[in-house]
């Protein structure tokens, strides 16, 4: 039941990651590798207030939220003039310095993480009542993204992907757009960083690497770019997978080849045959 | 009376290649204004100095008597200067409705919380916005279109939501880069009707044109540049049975 638990867990927080990271470069179009930065500070300062400040879960989550946010004002504020290829390098280096410093710091406990988290919601249906957590939030930050999109505002961000020159030459002030879906964004990741951490009540540098935004963005991709129920399908499917292969009883040297070589042809198959992803429109009105 | 567009002394160059040189223009309301010369004159580059997508680097530009030159583009539109681009520029995966709802000077959506909580104010201005689109498109015979995605309606259609989105904006400067580029038949007649209506309502129209003869048909007075000049100004009969100009803009033949 707890490995049950685990894996629905473990599907909304992805469903949280994967929507909001959807929302920055599905709908927004801002090339960004630094999605895993957010979700680490949103676990770290909840983890931190928890296991040091006694601070109530919930303030913890929502400190992480906040935390998350301003990191992404600052982010955004210093970058988005720029966009494309050199905005993918600045939050590169935003991503890879950020998680040097949680690496290095003694307060965030460096390479070992923060493991003294206090367990909350102790008792048997703990799995079952953080699910429903999981599971509301994931609703939650669902519906505002999918609100926002189809809102006067979600319009304009359409607009920005689709040509940035003939947005701004229409009056609308691309910097302050740019700047709200990025802390939105960055807030959601935030958030899944909080109930991560609680959840888990283990958390490390090693579990925020670069290398997640590849896994995230292969939700997307495979679910659908730019649409609502494509990253809810894509994270469904590629946390779903690695545990049901885990029931093939395959010696544990094979899983991990195993599971690349299934995700890897998946990703291939998807550019070629379905490159709208699992739930994503085809023809001239796609997503791109 | 004031024009609706002045520019004094307008300059810009890129490096070694001046495109605006020493440019002085007026253009009153109800006037529409052909912008002709041979490539490289600097008549779309002229557009972007007005439209802000680049900034000059030395002269003013005034909007109903208020000097834009230093606003950035996206407060140039919202000062009043719409315009058209000679490829479209049409936001692709949107329908033709979304692409016009995007023109509005003052539009509803540029407040994140207000545009999502769905507030009376936004509402109203969204209905507003979207009533003014369809009757935008209904003068121009598109309106059964407006819920089409934009890129799979035929060119000519095409360019002529262009002209649809830069009407939303109501201020009185449109810039129309190359308008009649493409369009046949009558979507022609539509752009010739809908321009000539709009400079009897009061707005100041420029245009870029390579051919000469849509030109004639869509504008009241027309200036040659070349080389980042304005070399004349007068009717478009004037200006074509000029010899000089005829020679800049169609070259000379060789004699043999």
Redesign the interface.
Same mark, same amino acid.
């Given at each position: 039941m707890e490995f049950i638990a685990g894996t629905v867990v473990m599907i909304g927080i992805f469903v949280i990651l994967a929507s909001s990271y959807n929302l920055i470069i599905g709908y927004g179009g801002l090339n960004t590798v630094a999605h895993p930065i957010f979700f680490a500070l949103g676990a770290y300062t909840a983890a931190l207030l928890g296991a040091h400040a006694g601070l109530p879960p919930i303030l913890g989550v929502i400190a992480g939220i906040a935390v998350a946010v301003i990191a992404a004002v600052v982010l955004a504020v210093t970058t988005l003039r720029i966009s494309g290829d050199y905005l993918l390098i600045a939050s590169l280096g935003f991503q890879l310095g950020l998680l040097q410093l949680v690496n290095n710091f003694e307060f965030t406990g460096g390479p070992s993480g923060v493991s003294d988290i206090p367990l909350t919601l102790a008792g048997p249906n703990r799995g079952l009542i953080y699910v429903a957590i999981t599971l509301a939030s994931a609703v939650v930050v669902v519906w505002?993204i999918w609100?926002?999109m189809n809102?006067?505002?979600?319009?304009?961000v359409?607009?920005m992907?689709?040509?940035e020159?003939?947005?701004?030459?229409?009056?609308?002030?691309?910097i302050s757009i740019k700047i709200?879906i990025f802390s939105?964004g960055c807030g959601a990741a935030g958030l899944a960083g909080g109930i991560y951490a609680y959840y888990f009540q283990y958390i490390s540098p090693e579990q925020f690497q670069v290398a997640q935004s590849a896994q995230i963005l292969t939700m997307v991709v495979l679910g659908g770019i730019?649409t609502t129920l494509g990253p809810i399908v894509g994270a469904l499917v590629l946390v779903a997978l690695p545990q049901a292969i885990n029931f093939l009883h395959l010696p544990s040297s094979m899983v991990g080849p195993v599971q690349g070589i299934i995700f890897t042809s998946l990703v291939i198959s998807f550019l070629f045959l379905r490159p709208g992803g699992l739930v994503g429109k085809t023809g001239?009105?796609?997503?791109? | 009376m004031e024009p609706i567009l002045r520019l004094d002394d307008l300059c810009k160059a890129f490096g070694g290649i001046v495109v605006s040189d020493h440019v002085n223009l007026t253009i009153d309301a109800g006037e529409v204004l052909g912008l002709i010369g041979p490539n490289g004159a600097g008549k779309t580059s002229l557009f972007n100095l007005i439209?802000?997508?680049v900034a000059p680097d030395s002269g003013n530009i005034f909007l109903q008597g208020r000097d834009i030159a230093r606003l950035a583009?996206?407060? @140039?539109?919202?000062a009043g200067v719409a315009?058209t681009?000679q490829h479209m @520029?049409?936001? @692709?995966? =949107?329908t033709v409705l979304?692409n016009l709802? =995007? %023109?509005? @000077?003052d539009?509803? %959506?540029?407040?994140?919380l207000g545009?999502?909580l %769905?507030l009376a104010r936004?509402a109203r201005a969204?209905a507003e916005a979207r009533d003014r689109a369809m009757s935008i498109l209904d003068r121009m015979g598109l309106a059964q279109a407006a819920d089409a995605?934009v890129?799979?309606l035929p060119f000519g259609q095409q360019k002529l939501i262009g002209l649809a989105?830069s009407l939303m904006?109501d201020g009185r400067l449109l810039l129309l880069d190359e308008p009649m580029a493409g369009v046949e038949g009558s979507n022609y007649e539509t752009m010739q009707r809908v321009v000539h209506d709009e400079a009897m309502a009061g707005r100041a129209v420029c245009v870029v044109e390579h051919n000469v003869s849509f030109i004639k048909d869509l504008c009241t007075t027309a200036v040659f540049m070349a080389q980042g000049k304005i070399l004349q100004r007068g009717t478009v009969d004037e200006l074509t049975k000029s010899k000089i100009l005829t020679e800049l803009y169609f070259g000379v033949a060789e004699a043999h």
């Amino acid at each position: 039941m707890e490995f049950i638990a685990g894996t629905v867990v473990m599907i909304g927080i992805f469903v949280i990651l994967a929507s909001s990271y959807n929302l920055i470069i599905g709908y927004g179009g801002l090339n960004t590798v630094a999605h895993p930065i957010f979700f680490a500070l949103g676990a770290y300062t909840a983890a931190l207030l928890g296991a040091h400040a006694g601070l109530p879960p919930i303030l913890g989550v929502i400190a992480g939220i906040a935390v998350a946010v301003i990191a992404a004002v600052v982010l955004a504020v210093t970058t988005l003039r720029i966009s494309g290829d050199y905005l993918l390098i600045a939050s590169l280096g935003f991503q890879l310095g950020l998680l040097q410093l949680v690496n290095n710091f003694e307060f965030t406990g460096g390479p070992s993480g923060v493991s003294d988290i206090p367990l909350t919601l102790a008792g048997p249906n703990r799995g079952l009542i953080y699910v429903a957590i999981t599971l509301a939030s994931a609703v939650v930050v669902v519906w505002a993204i999918w609100r926002t999109m189809n809102s006067p505002f979600g319009r304009v961000v359409r607009a920005m992907r689709d040509d940035e020159l003939a947005c701004a030459a229409l009056g609308r002030s691309l910097i302050s757009i740019k700047i709200l879906i990025f802390s939105m964004g960055c807030g959601a990741a935030g958030l899944a960083g909080g109930i991560y951490a609680y959840y888990f009540q283990y958390i490390s540098p090693e579990q925020f690497q670069v290398a997640q935004s590849a896994q995230i963005l292969t939700m997307v991709v495979l679910g659908g770019i730019g649409t609502t129920l494509g990253p809810i399908v894509g994270a469904l499917v590629l946390v779903a997978l690695p545990q049901a292969i885990n029931f093939l009883h395959l010696p544990s040297s094979m899983v991990g080849p195993v599971q690349g070589i299934i995700f890897t042809s998946l990703v291939i198959s998807f550019l070629f045959l379905r490159p709208g992803g699992l739930v994503g429109k085809t023809g001239s009105g796609a997503a791109h | 009376m004031e024009p609706i567009l002045r520019l004094d002394d307008l300059c810009k160059a890129f490096g070694g290649i001046v495109v605006s040189d020493h440019v002085n223009l007026t253009i009153d309301a109800g006037e529409v204004l052909g912008l002709i010369g041979p490539n490289g004159a600097g008549k779309t580059s002229l557009f972007n100095l007005i439209s802000g997508v680049v900034a000059p680097d030395s002269g003013n530009i005034f909007l109903q008597g208020r000097d834009i030159a230093r606003l950035a583009l996206h407060n @140039r539109a919202r000062a009043g200067v719409a315009r058209t681009w000679q490829h479209m @520029r049409l936001f @692709r995966t =949107m329908t033709v409705l979304e692409n016009l709802l =995007m %023109g509005p @000077r003052d539009y509803p %959506g540029e407040s994140l919380l207000g545009s999502v909580l %769905g507030l009376a104010r936004v509402a109203r201005a969204e209905a507003e916005a979207r009533d003014r689109a369809m009757s935008i498109l209904d003068r121009m015979g598109l309106a059964q279109a407006a819920d089409a995605i934009v890129v799979d309606l035929p060119f000519g259609q095409q360019k002529l939501i262009g002209l649809a989105r830069s009407l939303m904006n109501d201020g009185r400067l449109l810039l129309l880069d190359e308008p009649m580029a493409g369009v046949e038949g009558s979507n022609y007649e539509t752009m010739q009707r809908v321009v000539h209506d709009e400079a009897m309502a009061g707005r100041a129209v420029c245009v870029v044109e390579h051919n000469v003869s849509f030109i004639k048909d869509l504008c009241t007075t027309a200036v040659f540049m070349a080389q980042g000049k304005i070399l004349q100004r007068g009717t478009v009969d004037e200006l074509t049975k000029s010899k000089i100009l005829t020679e800049l803009y169609f070259g000379v033949a060789e004699a043999h």
